[in-house]
């Protein structure tokens, strides 16, 4: 029997935004997988620790999670609630960093919003900008709703002083207008440029540096990686087997795939498993 290390990304492939959940199929298709030998299931996303909420009863049975875009690399020891993990690797954005970008919103008064993400914790900075402020709240009001634990996020401009930030979120209308270089004209981020904000981490920090961590213990295993961001795109391109979901808003993911699945609102994952062989 083949050995395999399953890495799934959450928003849009195991968990439908439309829908708010995850469908019947995708926990069928997870608990079955967890019972299967020579089958390590992982979790590769964006979010932080504590936003893994959304995972509910299927969390313990994900032995890895790469997390805010592969900045941070753990081993899951318990169930969520529990919060026992051991820590296998991290990459924080330097102060001085970010310190940078935010000097240049207040200078320029950018129409920009950085949302800083830490391990379990997150923070709003703003410059003062009315636009701004009213698009936090906004935010607020709307992201709890995708079972991401923002409604207490508070502004916080001093917050990468006094924790360790693994992700910003860009958002606003002049986010593209930053200059992500230092003054050696080094690119110092790794920058996804989705539809309405961008995402930064360290550079040469993205899903697949998390994922070769684990990669480098299970030598003998069939990495899978199954996705639809653009911040899959280098774990789709480098794993053994990988699996575009058929809602992704990027072209490029399903060509580059070896698979490409059905919608996930069509609750058709476990059958698509199925038909390919990889139950």
């Given at each position: 029997m083949?050995?395999?290390?399953?890495?799934?990304?959450?928003?849009?492939?195991?968990?439908?935004?439309?829908?708010?959940?995850?469908?019947?199929?995708?926990?069928?298709?997870?608990?079955?997988?967890s019972?299967?030998?020579?089958?390590?299931?992982?979790i590769?996303?964006?979010?932080?620790?504590?936003?893994?909420?959304?995972?509910?009863?299927?969390?313990?049975l994900?032995?890895?999670?790469?997390?805010?875009?592969?900045?941070i690399?753990?081993?899951?020891?318990?169930?969520?609630?529990?919060?026992?993990?051991k820590l296998i690797?991290?990459?924080?954005?330097?102060?001085k960093?970010?310190?940078?970008?935010f000097?240049?919103?207040?200078?320029?008064?950018?129409?920009?919003?950085?949302?800083?993400?830490?391990?379990?914790?997150?923070?709003?900075?703003?410059?003062?900008?009315?636009?701004?402020?009213?698009?936090?709240?906004?935010?607020?009001k709307?992201?709890?709703?995708?079972?991401?634990?923002?409604e207490?996020?508070?502004?916080?401009?001093?917050?990468?002083?006094?924790?360790?930030?693994?992700?910003?979120?860009m958002?606003?209308?002049?986010?593209?207008?930053?200059?992500?270089?230092?003054?050696?004209?080094?690119?110092?981020?790794?920058?996804?440029?989705?539809k309405n904000h961008?995402d930064?981490?360290?550079?040469?920090?993205?899903?697949?540096?998390?994922i070769?961590?684990?990669k480098n213990?299970f030598?003998?295993?069939?990495?899978?990686?199954m996705?639809?961001?653009?911040?899959?795109?280098e774990?789709?391109q480098?794993?053994?087997l990988s699996?575009?979901?058929?809602?992704?808003?990027?072209?490029?993911?399903?060509?580059?795939?070896d698979?490409?699945?059905?919608?996930?609102?069509?609750?058709?994952?476990?059958?698509?498993?199925?038909?390919?062989?990889?139950?």
């Open positions: 083949k050995k395999r290390i399953f890495f799934f990304d959450i928003d849009g492939t195991l968990y439908s935004e439309n829908k708010k959940n995850i469908l019947s199929q995708t926990k069928k298709l997870i608990l079955t997988l019972k299967k030998p020579n089958t390590i299931l992982s590769a996303t964006g979010r932080n620790y504590r936003n893994l909420n959304v995972l509910e009863e299927l969390f313990p994900f032995k890895y999670f790469v997390l805010c875009n592969g900045a690399t753990i081993e899951n020891k318990s169930s969520f609630k529990q919060n026992q993990y690797d991290k990459n924080p954005i330097s102060s960093h970010i310190q940078y970008l000097e240049q919103i207040i200078d320029n008064d950018f129409n920009i919003i950085p949302y800083n993400i830490g391990f379990n914790k997150e923070a709003f900075f703003s410059n003062g900008n009315s636009k701004n402020l009213k698009f936090i709240e906004e935010w607020r709307n992201h709890w709703q995708n079972g991401i634990e923002i207490d996020s508070q502004i916080d401009n001093t917050f990468h002083f006094n924790n360790e930030v693994y992700t910003i979120y958002f606003g209308d002049d986010r593209l207008k930053i200059n992500l270089k230092n003054t050696e004209e080094k690119n110092i981020f790794n920058i996804y440029n989705w961008m930064l981490t360290v550079k040469n920090i993205n899903k697949f540096h998390g070769q961590k684990i213990k030598n003998d295993y069939e990495v899978v990686c996705g639809d961001g653009c911040n899959d795109e774990m789709l480098y794993s053994d699996i575009a979901m058929g809602n992704s808003k990027y072209q490029y993911i399903k060509e580059m795939s698979l490409v699945t059905p919608h996930v609102d069509e609750n058709k994952i476990y059958d698509f498993f199925e038909q390919h062989h990889l139950i």
